[in-house]
């Protein structure tokens, strides 16, 4: 009895003890979950904090976690930058106590570059894009926030051995980089000497820098890359070439557009079609391929109430031709295709075509017309108009160019109208244009005679 009563209390003491186990156990469980509960509101209110770029909600989260990288950055761009916060010195402190707290991140030694630059503290910058570059060597930023920070402390050399490499990397910073490279030294050959990497290795990058000569000005340098470019490569496509052509237009050089154009021919980037005239000067008259819309080939201007199309099969001659639809009717000044022919001062020449109309309901309507593009009183002439519904019949005009003319506009056209009825609508074919010599020296002065 005795005994049980030993062992009965022996049980009860087992379980009591198993009892205050589990308790314990729970006990501890619990406080731990309280304890992550509230570590988990702690961050949770930190990373509230942290997205905001208040200087008192990001410090408020620094003192919540004084340890993260990411605030002290925050805080960092937020003294160096906000006009309402400014506190550069504060600024570089804070980045750089990002960068101690997380050393392989090279957006913190990025921003901490830019950041000494600030307060001219150049040791410090070269320092901290050094190891930006350092952790990423292939981030088109850094190379170009390192470039500036060299240009910025006339060490031109290095930058725009940075702006080498960038462009290495990422190719769609041309503009950029060369827009500060010349403003920081001024001469396009040093450029072109430290920068590019040569025409043999990057023609396209080439023929971005002679586009950007041309747009700042300097066509004249332009020109002499182009020279080089063509001398030394034929590794072009047109669509490199066809901006600098447009600028050369555009800046009325005609006759460096017309060089430009012979060597595209001559290297065999665009193919002068077969014309059934020997005599013929025009560029694709036939209109057999569809125009380049570029150089001495056809230009396509887009204008409103016009369709311009080349797939017409109901050509004049051969396979294609040059339809145009006026969509609705209106009294408007029209010139839909046009083409920049180099010719010889003094010739007389002659213009001419094939065209027919469909319902053209003007009596001003669409025909040829050749202008000299310097001198439009010297040379400004048109074939007879063509209105109604008629079929495929040839027009043409003669005229003698002027003592200096080098470049003529042909094109089709239609002037507004001056009487009943303005209004044009209808359809107009052209096919089989041709501008030939007639003279190589200036015949006469008469009035431009018409046929």
């Not at 000494?116 to 170009?144: G, K, N, Q, V, Y």
């Not at 182009?226 to 066809?242: E, H, M, N, Y």
């Amino acid at each position: 009895m005795s005994l049980r009563r030993t062992l009965s209390g022996s049980v009860f003491d087992l379980s009591l003890a198993s009892a205050w186990r589990k308790t314990a156990v729970l006990l501890a469980v619990g406080i731990a979950a309280a304890l992550m509960a509230g570590e988990g509101a702690r961050l949770a209110v930190v990373a509230v904090l942290a997205e905001s770029f208040e200087p008192r909600k990001i410090q408020r989260a620094l003192g919540l976690d004084p340890s993260s990288p990411e605030l002290h950055f925050r805080l960092g761009l937020v003294d160096s930058y906000a006009l309402d916060h400014l506190d550069p010195v504060e600024g570089v402190g804070e980045l750089r106590r990002a960068t101690e707290l997380a050393p392989h991140v090279a957006g913190y030694w990025a921003a901490l570059g830019s950041a000494c630059d600030s307060i001219r503290d150049t040791a410090c910058a070269d320092t901290a894009f050094e190891r930006a570059l350092r952790l990423s060597p292939m981030t088109p930023r850094l190379h170009w926030m390192a470039g500036n920070h060299y240009l910025l402390n006339d060490r031109n050399k290095e930058g725009m051995a940075h702006f080498r490499r960038l462009l290495e990397v990422s190719p769609s910073y041309a503009n950029s980089v060369f827009a500060a490279s010349l403003s920081a030294v001024g001469d396009p050959a040093v450029i072109l000497e430290r920068v590019l990497p040569g025409p043999e290795k990057n023609p396209e990058l080439t023929l971005s820098f002679i586009n950007f000569l041309c747009a700042s000005g300097k066509a004249d340098f332009a020109r002499e890359v182009w020279q080089t470019t063509a001398a030394r490569t034929w590794a072009l496509r047109l669509t490199w070439v066809k901006p600098y052509l447009d600028s050369l237009l555009e800046l009325r050089r005609f006759r460096d557009a017309a060089n430009v154009w012979k060597d595209l021919e001559r290297m065999r980037i665009v193919e002068r079609p077969r014309s059934s005239d020997s005599a013929d000067i025009l560029f694709n008259g036939d209109f057999e391929r569809s125009p380049l819309n570029a150089g001495l080939d056809w230009h396509i201007k887009a204008e409103r109430f016009l369709a311009v199309d080349f797939s017409d099969p109901r050509a004049y001659h051969g396979a294609g031709c040059l339809r145009v639809e006026f969509t609705v009717a209106r009294n408007e000044d029209y010139e839909p295709v046009y083409q920049i022919v180099p010719v010889s001062p003094g010739g007389t020449y002659e213009l001419s075509g094939y065209v027919r109309t469909e319902d053209v309901t003007s009596d001003s309507g669409p025909r040829l017309r050749v202008l000299d593009l310097d001198c439009p009183d010297c040379v400004n002439v048109s074939t007879e108009t063509t209105t109604g519904t008629a079929p495929w019949h040839r027009v043409s005009v003669e005229f003698a160019a002027g003592a200096r003319t080098e470049f003529l506009r042909v094109s089709g056209w239609r002037p507004r109208s001056r009487s009943f009825p303005s209004e044009i609508a209808g359809r107009f074919w052209i096919d089989a244009v041709t501008l030939k010599i007639i003279s190589p020296f200036e015949r006469s002065h008469a009035p431009a005679r018409q046929s």
